[in-house]
């Protein structure tokens, strides 16, 4: 039964949001400057690199801070399904890079070219080559839309070919296809990539949307709404996938499994997927595309990535607690790009991101660190419009709620949705300054 609560009980709830995202500030402002000459590059300037960026500044009084980044726009990335749902403008998302680098830190408005660890250097496409005594590769995951065979973003917007993740405007053109497509019914299609993906929950939460607006239209009835599987479950947490199936089956969603995208023909509008049964066309009318994801090719081409694991990915080399490389002691990674089996969220990068501040900063100091990341991974999984799950999970994959006794983390409930549409971006923008 889901929980009813109260204009105070909201209130007590919003406070502990508050609490939640300012936690940890008392003992930073407590915790004495280090004083180094260290230099420190840090390749990324998305929330991890910005924010890691912001509490070395804070922390360490005289580091040399270098970010590299060609990205003169920052992208709130969580705000891309609240854009592609109608409720936000694209530029909701949209803020400037350099308003959230500390003043202190050195911006080298070019892309990473290559990375030498051994070398402890850092080369960018200009050819500039950057010394480093550490390295904290935060730059994020890479979109291969050229992996879905007849698919590119062009198409985005077009012909009922939907994608959030592309841009805030891909987003927006998105919503203009769902809005459409609810309109006038049809075969709604929805599925992830096989590989690692950022916020695994978002394809879930679209198709929720989908759906709850084609019901609040009236138009339901023609409307079929088809879920590809790339795997043998929805989601990798048992429990939460239960749930899911759960809601997938009472709202009427065609689920099929072990089905991985491969091919898109906009002009007959059929997907390919492979299927251990072997190749298989689903037509729609709507489709909401996600394509295959990596890590970007200056990290995938270095020595870097792990060689066992996520096998073509590139996904960094570290140990999954201290987000310390394997091999290179002096190299971190931290957000997306990270090898670690959870944690591509936002909400990750909040607590991924003190652990190596920590550990970096003690191994400056020649101590050490007890701070260790446990996988904390969170998905506010909208299930209709005012309405959410408020999922938080671990390496482990137990259910670690925030607000035990005032959250359930496995109903739908409307304060769970007013965290993911008001509270969210504040938490988000607090962490780019280095205060959450």
């Not at 890479?142 to 891909?170: C, F, H, R, W």
């Amino acid at each position: 039964m889901a929980l009813t609560l109260s204009r105070r009980a909201f209130l007590t709830a919003s406070a502990g949001t508050s609490a939640l995202a300012f936690a940890g500030m008392g003992a930073r402002q407590a915790a004495a400057q280090v004083r180094t000459s260290a230099k420190i590059v840090i390749i990324g300037a998305g929330a991890a690199g910005a924010s890691l960026a912001s509490r070395l500044s804070q922390r360490l009084d005289g580091a040399q801070i270098t970010v590299i980044d060609a990205r003169q726009r920052h992208l709130y990335q969580p705000g891309f399904t609240l854009i592609a749902a109608g409720l936000k403008p694209a530029d909701y998302a949209v803020s400037q890079t350099e308003d959230w680098l500390p003043p202190d830190a050195r911006w080298i408005e070019e892309r990473a070219a290559e990375i030498d660890p051994e070398a402890k250097t850092v080369t960018t496409e200009g050819g500039t080559a950057v010394a480093y005594d550490y390295l904290v590769v935060a730059a994020g995951l890479t979109l291969n839309y050229e992996q879905i065979e007849g698919m590119s973003t062009e198409l985005i917007g077009k012909d009922g070919i939907g994608s959030v993740y592309a841009s805030p405007e891909a987003a927006e053109a998105t919503w203009r296809e769902m809005d459409r497509f609810t309109d006038q019914g049809g075969v709604g299609l929805f599925f992830r990539p096989a590989t690692e993906m950022k916020c695994a929950g978002a394809p879930l939460k679209y198709t929720f949307l989908t759906d709850d607006y084609a019901r609040r239209k009236g138009n339901r009835g023609k409307t079929e709404i088809v879920y590809a599987a790339h795997s043998k479950s929805l989601f990798g947490v048992p429990i939460v996938n239960e749930k899911v199936r759960m809601l997938y089956d009472e709202r009427g969603f065609d689920v099929r499994y072990e089905h991985v995208i491969k091919a898109i023909d906009p002009g007959t509008k059929t997907a390919t997927f492979t299927t251990p049964e072997g190749d298989t066309e689903i037509g729609f009318d709507f489709i909401n595309v996600i394509p295959p994801m990596s890590a970007p090719a200056v990290v995938r081409n270095s020595p870097l990535p792990w060689a066992d694991r996520w096998v073509g990915q590139g996904y960094v080399e570290v140990d999954p607690h201290t987000l310390r490389h394997r091999r290179y002691p002096e190299v971190f990674a931290v957000g997306d790009v990270a090898g670690v089996p959870k944690g591509k969220t936002a909400a990750s990068v909040k607590w991924q991101v003190p652990v190596v501040e920590d550990q970096l900063v003690a191994q400056i100091a020649g101590g050490r660190s007890e701070q260790t990341y446990n996988g904390y991974t969170s998905c506010p999984l909208i299930t209709r419009v005012g309405r959410a799950m408020l999922i938080e999970f671990d390496y482990d994959n137990n259910l670690v709620p925030s607000f035990p006794g005032v959250i359930a983390p496995l109903e739908e409930l409307w304060i769970s949705w007013l965290m993911k549409e008001i509270a969210l971006k504040a938490t988000y923008n607090a962490m780019l300054r280095g205060r959450a």
